[in-house]
């Protein structure tokens, strides 16, 4: 199984990463992506980026180095209705809405409260990824997850730096072979991401798809196997 696309990683921009899209894209052609998607945490986040980034990002070349590139942000779940800190962003400008659970702008709450601020953020048409549904701190009811992730098309991510070794998020392993089981019985895309903050991490994959192969889970599901499959699953809801 080769992955050929990583569609979260965080520039410089994102107040707490280091590296910037010229040196991510550059990292991207030497290890064979052919796609990345920058998704820079929204205006929610300390020190996160200010709402005229993304309206800006027209700017930023569709190629670098050969890979394409893919504007996008990692939208910050404000409360338990799932509503987002994108209120002054045009969304369908961008190719990449990652809708995640972030501490700093939301408490973690019951099992029940927070998969329902995940599910209620997947009825905004624009988000196409779920980050880092892992963290044993925020307990999801993956069953109820999933359920909407079929009826919404939304890709449900695997998180590499989750499962990372240091990593401050609880549980990710265990709580991935428990989604990949629902997602398989259910026939529910999945994608696999770096969540980079350096640029040496971009494409990084290694811990999740051991977990995937441990699992059997089949490559057909995973999104970012090929560049068309990966489009046509990120613009499955866009008019």
């Known amino acids: 199984m080769k992955l050929i696309a990583d569609c979260h990683f965080h520039t410089v921009n994102s107040g707490h990463a280091y590296s910037t899209l010229t040196e991510y894209a550059k990292e991207a052609s030497q290890k064979g992506l052919e796609l990345i998607g920058m998704t820079d945490h929204g205006p929610a986040m300390p020190g996160g980026p200010i709402t005229f980034h993304f309206d800006n990002l027209r700017v930023v070349p569709s190629h670098l180095f050969g890979v394409e590139i893919l504007k996008g942000i990692e939208a910050n779940i404000l409360d338990y209705d799932g509503n987002l800190d994108t209120d002054r962003i045009d969304l369908s400008s961008l190719d990449v809405v990652i809708s995640s659970f972030h501490g700093p702008c939301i408490a973690s709450s019951t099992k029940k409260e927070n998969t329902k601020a995940i599910i209620k953020s997947m009825e905004n048409e624009f988000v196409n990824i779920i980050g880092h549904p892992d963290d044993s701190r925020v307990p999801l009811d993956y069953s109820e997850l999933v359920k909407a992730a079929a009826d919404t098309g939304v890709l449900l991510e ?66 970012n196997t090929s560049v068309d499959k990966l489009k046509q699953r990120l613009n499955i809801r866009r008019r």
Do not use: Q, T
């Open 158 to 223: 695997m998180n590499n730096s989750s499962l990372k070794p240091g990593s401050y998020r609880l549980g990710a392993a265990a709580n991935y072979e428990v989604l990949l089981e629902e997602c398989y019985k259910n026939n529910v895309y999945i994608i696999v991401n770096s969540d980079a903050h350096f640029h040496a991490d971009i494409g990084s994959s290694s811990e999740a798809v051991e977990i995937i192969k441990k699992m059997g889970f089949p490559e057909k599901l995973i999104a």
